[in-house]
């Protein structure tokens, strides 16, 4: 068998081990998290995600997946991603110092009754750290999605995604399957909402 099978086949069997032990680990936490998101934005508040590096491309990924559609048609569902303005986050960085970019936006655009996502596979990016904190001293509901341990994140969150995992390919893998999840539970409970785009 060459490496490159090798390789393949390894890997596609650590993430098969590794998802089966994450829905028994969290299947309640995701579902808890849906119900939470759903409630919110009934109420007009929104979502917002946060993360560094991979974690940052799944946090715009979601948000875009409740801002346009996951897959079926129905009204936008307000959601930002703290990831994607340049200006902003190379402001605060040089301003403030990098672990406050998150904090800021957080402090800026959040408010009671809204949630935050803070995504960090070792649970302890400072930065994601001090927006979670930010949320929590202003009353916004924290999220964390973590893998194994889940370090400072799952300890200040309301609730946390904890993937029984400390590799951290397999550990954003899930993460993207709970985002997923949890996207569509969302979408189901407004697929009856009507929106001006394209007669949807």
Do not use: W, Y
């Not at 897959?71 to 994607?84: E, H, I, V, W, Y």
């Amino acid at each position: 068998m060459s490496t490159s099978s090798e390789l393949i086949q390894e890997t596609i069997a650590e993430h098969t081990v590794t998802v089966a032990a994450f829905e028994e680990a969290c299947s309640g936490v995701i579902d808890e998290m849906a119900g939470q998101c759903i409630a919110a934005l009934k109420e007009g508040h929104k979502v917002c995600f946060f993360g560094n590096g991979g974690s940052a491309a799944d946090a715009q990924h979601l948000a875009a997946e409740l801002v346009v559609r996951f897959t079926r048609n129905r009204a936008g569902l307000p959601s930002l991603a703290f990831t994607t303005d340049t200006s902003v986050i190379t402001a605060c960085g040089n301003d403030f110092g990098f672990e406050e970019i998150f904090a800021r936006q957080v402090e800026t655009f959040c408010r009671r009754g809204d949630i935050v996502v803070g995504i960090s596979t070792s649970g302890n990016s400072p930065n994601v750290i001090k927006g979670l904190e930010i949320a929590r001293a202003t009353e916004v509901t924290c999220f964390a999605f973590t893998g194994a341990g889940g370090g400072r994140c799952g300890e200040i969150s309301d609730l946390h995604l904890e993937v029984p995992s400390e590799v951290t390919a397999r550990v954003q893998e899930c993460h993207l399957i709970a985002g997923h999840i949890i996207c569509d539970l969302v979408e189901i409970a407004f697929e009856n909402t009507s929106s001006a785009i394209s007669g949807s």
